[in-house]
């Protein structure tokens, strides 16, 4: 039984929550590289009992050393490659931890065997990297998931349900604002660095780290609309502490009646994930993951919002996943879909061309 996720209903979360239960085995999952400073997330995820990680694979013995100990893994199932990892282990399914620019090829050797795969953001480094995982997926039969940490804010569901129920009319203008002060302000690792600065492995600098969640959310409220045009401008504010990449970059998206801001910065002084919806009638504002300020009106006055968690499993990436691999969620339409990734992709890649050729890019109809 197929369960179509996102809609805003606690009938819905609960029926989901029945449903993932009836599904108590552990998904088998195995993990893809460990250079991503979010496989934190799954590394030291508390055990809910509905995955099991079978496999990890990386190259780097010195980063394997330290994150086993850690986080108490058993180097037994460690293996220095993808091919010898899903060999040993036959996992069901696949999360990535690497740079963006393996997306592609693990995302092929996966599909070959018919493994499920989940991405960190974004799902590509280009258009073409992302039309070929598209072709990989389809041909495998398999599930090719993107996660994004604005996926799980209950704000954003809000944001999204109110704009699908017209109640701040139709939508004009969206501001998103995302990024922090820097990755290595913040003390990403070493691993992560050197990929997420090289203009290869992640495709850019903020413009790809940052610009991609504006073009996930816009697409996803826009109900997977292409848009008619991408114009971006980037800059290097920062070129002694990332010399080869952007560091600051505004993406400006159009649609027929309405336009996407995107900022995405390594220039913040604070940490942010904010998101603003202006309809013809009223707007909404995402401060974080739960609160956000709601006006519906000329006549009305701002009023704040707190939104409550969303519900397991549509509250947390793993389980997502696993009920997606199971079958007993329909990614389709949600954020982390493979339809709403490739439009998204389409706004990220058109903006990393406007940036290096200072025009406007139409996309193709």
Request: charged residues 20%; hydrophobic residues 40%; aromatic residues 8%.
């Amino acid at each position: 039984m197929l369960f179509r996720i996102f809609t805003s209903t606690i009938g819905v979360f609960l029926l989901a929550s029945e449903l993932f239960a009836q599904n108590p085995k552990p998904l088998r999952l195995g993990v893809a590289g460990l250079v991503h400073d979010h496989v934190h997330g799954i590394l030291g995820r508390p055990d809910r009992g509905d995955i099991e990680i079978v496999g990890i694979a990386e190259a780097n013995q010195e980063l394997v050393a330290r994150l086993c100990e850690r986080y108490k893994i058993s180097r037994d199932i460690v293996y220095p490659d993808l091919e010898t990892m899903l060999e040993k282990t036959q996992p069901e399914a696949v999360s990535v931890f690497s740079s963006i620019y393996d997306h592609l090829a693990i995302t092929e050797k996966c599909a070959a065997r018919g493994i499920h795969v989940m991405v960190e953001k974004p799902l590509a480094v280009s258009l073409d990297h992302a039309l070929k995982m598209q072709k990989a997926a389809q041909a495998g039969g398999i599930q090719l998931i993107t996660n994004y940490e604005t996926t799980w804010y209950a704000s954003n569901h809000k944001v999204a349900a109110m704009v699908k129920n017209k109640t701040l009319g139709e939508v004009r203008k969206m501001v998103i604002h995302d990024g922090h002060s820097g990755p290595r302000e913040i003390g990403c690792s070493e691993e992560f660095l050197a990929w997420l600065t090289d203009p290869v492995a992640n495709g850019g600098g903020a413009i790809t780290d940052f610009g991609c969640y504006g073009a996930n959310l816009a697409t996803w409220v826009m109900a997977g609309q292409r848009p008619v045009s991408v114009t971006a401008i980037t800059q290097q504010i920062k070129p002694d502490i990332y010399p080869k990449v952007d560091d600051e970059a505004t993406i400006i998206v159009t649609y027929p009646q309405a336009q996407a801001i995107i900022q995405a910065s390594w220039n913040w002084p604070v940490s942010r994930k904010d998101f603003h919806v202006y309809g013809k009638t009223g707007y909404a504002k995402t401060l974080n993951s739960q609160d956000m300020v709601i006006r519906i009106n000329e006549e009305s006055a701002e009023y704040p919002q707190k939104e409550l968690p969303l519900s397991a499993p549509l509250d947390d990436a793993f389980s997502f996943f696993a009920g997606v691999v199971r079958g007993t969620l329909d990614p389709a339409g949600s954020p982390g879909s493979l339809e709403i990734n490739m439009v998204a992709m389409e706004i990220l890649d058109a903006a990393i061309q406007s940036a290096k050729k200072g025009k406007r890019v139409y996309l193709k109809k």
